[in-house]
């Protein structure tokens, strides 16, 4: 770091505040928590400035059994996520996770809390080395801190940190609405393709009919039929069951005692790997032997994968188009189209009823989401003629790439916020921030 200004020094933490380690009052006695004191964790640590409310409290009881943190404290996280840093609005506690600085009298407390932000890299380069970082109490209490000897020095540094970070928090603010915004519009999307309202204009001026029409129409012993052909769609499409669309294959494990089996070429697609739409390779891979030697079974390119076991299933529907052919484990199905049906129409489809498979979804005795095959067979998928296949998934490519720029934009923009928050801190704790 730069030379000191005039009338600076730089000294451990703990010659300037008494350094605390949290911890949690026994759970076994009921009669600890529920008080009114804050009971502060890492997850109530967001870089915000003062705590306002912490998720969970405890009582006078449970205080007694745990150290006490004062108002205008400073809490660090020092395990896993480091240097996410608060200051307490109030009397306080917290878990075993969390550090705390108690400022002394001759240190403006804000202006610590705004130092402290600056620590996270020294405090990664000083952790234990571990599966989960930690900084212990005595590797915190030597964290060197830049310090003004003037306390009206450092309140007046602090007091431009406040007014000059205000402005850059509240276009955060503004910035972090994007992705809810993109989210939407991505649904609106979906809803729009899969409803005939994207096309409308299309059909006005091409009279095209269904080559194929569906076989099965009867409702079934779950309702999952009737429940999802009650959204009105075009006369010139209809409802198919997911079931009739293509053929539905299950996957394996090759045995992984068999090292003959693993490392090949072919993609082994499991849960983990369906984060993307569209999907040509994995992080574990099998050979072709373990393929023809197990109950996996290999993949058309142009299938649509999707999970039908995992907790995933509580929140979320991941589908997937494959680019290569592949095989999957057992928490997965794939469903290779028929000709009449577009793979990209059909995983957009998926996507916009992404909500309806979750929602048919069932916990199994020990615990985990399952998607039975009664359930996600029978769901309605609204089909149009394979033309207007075609002209939809154009016109949805296009619209989500625009959304993918404006989320590449926004990414930008924050990385930029978040560089220009450190510059001004930097700034700030060399002396340039203001005039002495």
Same mark, same amino acid.
């Given at each position: 770091?730069?030379?000191?200004?005039?009338?600076?020094?730089? &000294?451990r933490l703990?010659?300037?505040?008494? $350094?605390?380690?949290?911890?949690?009052?026994s759970?076994?006695?009921k009669?600890n928590?529920g +008080?009114?004191i804050?009971f $502060?964790? *890492?997850?109530d640590?967001?870089?915000?400035g003062?705590i306002?409310?912490t &998720?969970?409290t405890?009582?006078e009881?449970?205080?007694?059994?745990?150290?006490?943190?004062?108002?205008?404290?400073?809490?660090?996280t020092?395990?896993g996520?480091?240097?996410?840093?608060a200051?307490?609005?109030e009397?306080s506690?917290?878990?075993?996770?969390?550090?705390?600085?108690?400022?002394?009298?001759?240190?403006?407390?804000?202006?610590?809390?705004?130092?402290? #932000?600056t620590?996270?890299?020294?405090?990664?380069?000083e952790?234990?080395?571990?599966?989960?970082a930690?900084?212990?109490?005595?590797k915190f209490?030597?964290?060197?801190?830049r310090?003004p000897?003037?306390?009206a020095?450092?309140?007046?540094?602090a007091?431009?940190?406040?007014s000059v970070l205000?402005?850059?928090?509240?276009a955060?603010? #503004?910035?972090?609405?994007i992705?809810?915004i993109?989210?939407?519009?991505?649904?609106?999307?979906?809803?729009?393709?899969?409803? +005939?309202?994207?096309?409308?204009?299309? #059909?006005?001026?091409?009279d095209?009919r269904?080559?194929?029409?569906?076989?099965d129409?009867?409702?079934?012993?779950?309702?999952?039929?009737k429940?999802?052909?009650?959204r009105g769609?075009?006369?010139s499409w209809h409802?198919f069951?997911?079931y009739?669309?293509?053929?539905?294959k299950g996957?394996g494990t090759?045995?992984k005692?068999?090292?003959?089996?693993?490392?090949?070429?072919? *993609?082994?697609?499991?849960?983990?790997?369906?984060?993307?739409d569209f999907?040509?390779?994995?992080?574990?891979?099998?050979t072709?032997? +373990?393929?023809?030697n197990?109950?996996a079974?290999y993949?058309?390119k142009?299938?649509?994968?999707?999970?039908?076991?995992?907790? $995933?299933?509580?929140?979320?529907f991941?589908?997937?188009?494959?680019?290569?052919q592949?095989?999957?484990?057992?928490?997965?199905k794939?469903?290779t189209?028929?000709?009449?049906?577009?793979?990209?129409?059909?995983?957009?489809?998926?996507?916009?009823l992404?909500q309806?498979?979750?929602e048919?979804?069932?916990?199994?005795t020990? +615990?985990?989401?399952?998607l039975?095959?009664?359930?996600y067979?029978?769901?309605a998928?609204p089909?149009p003629?394979l033309?207007?296949q075609?002209?939809?998934?154009?016109?949805?490519?296009?619209?989500?790439?625009?959304?993918?720029t404006?989320e590449?934009?926004?990414?930008?923009?924050?990385?930029?916020?978040?560089?220009l928050t450190?510059s001004?801190l930097?700034k700030?704790f060399?002396?340039?921030l203001?005039e002495?």
């Open positions: 770091m730069s030379q000191l200004p005039q009338g600076w020094s730089e &000294v703990d010659s300037i505040s008494k $350094i605390v380690t949290g911890k949690t009052p759970k076994k006695d009669d928590f +008080g009114n804050p $502060i964790k *890492p997850g640590i967001l870089n915000q003062y306002n409310s &998720v969970e405890i009582t009881k449970g205080a007694e059994l745990v150290p006490s943190i004062p108002k205008d404290s400073i809490t660090v020092c395990i996520n480091l240097g996410r840093v200051i307490t609005k009397k506690a917290t878990n075993q996770q969390i550090n705390t600085a108690i400022p002394n009298e001759k240190v403006e407390p804000k202006y610590l809390f705004h130092y402290l #932000r620590i996270r890299e020294w405090m990664e380069n952790a234990s080395a571990t599966t989960v930690i900084i212990n109490k005595t209490s030597a964290a060197p801190i310090l000897s003037s306390k020095d450092q309140k007046r540094i007091d431009k940190l406040d205000a402005k850059v928090e509240a955060q603010a #503004r910035l972090d609405k992705p809810t993109l989210k939407r519009f991505r649904q609106s999307v979906l809803a729009a393709a899969t409803s +005939g309202e994207l096309t409308k204009d299309w #059909r006005e001026e091409n095209v269904l080559k194929v029409f569906p076989k129409v009867e409702n079934d012993a779950y309702d999952v039929w429940s999802t052909t009650d769609i075009p006369s409802y069951k997911l009739e669309l293509g053929s539905i996957g090759p045995r005692s068999i090292d003959d089996y693993w490392n090949g070429e072919v *993609p082994w697609v499991t849960p983990k790997d369906m984060k993307v999907i040509s390779t994995s992080k574990l891979k099998v072709d032997f +373990g393929v023809k197990s109950s079974k993949i058309d142009n299938s649509l994968l999707f999970v039908v076991r995992g907790m $995933i299933l509580a929140h979320s991941p589908v997937a188009k494959t680019l290569e592949v095989t999957v484990n057992q928490d997965m794939a469903l189209p028929i000709e009449q049906v577009n793979p990209d129409y059909l995983l957009y489809s998926l996507k916009s992404a309806v498979f979750v048919l979804a069932s916990s199994s020990h +615990g985990t989401k399952r039975e095959a009664k359930m067979n029978n769901v998928i089909v003629p033309e207007e075609f002209e939809i998934v154009q016109k949805v490519k296009k619209l989500l790439e625009h959304a993918n404006v590449k934009q926004y990414n930008t923009a924050k990385a930029g916020l978040n560089k450190q001004i930097a700030a060399r002396g340039e203001v002495y």
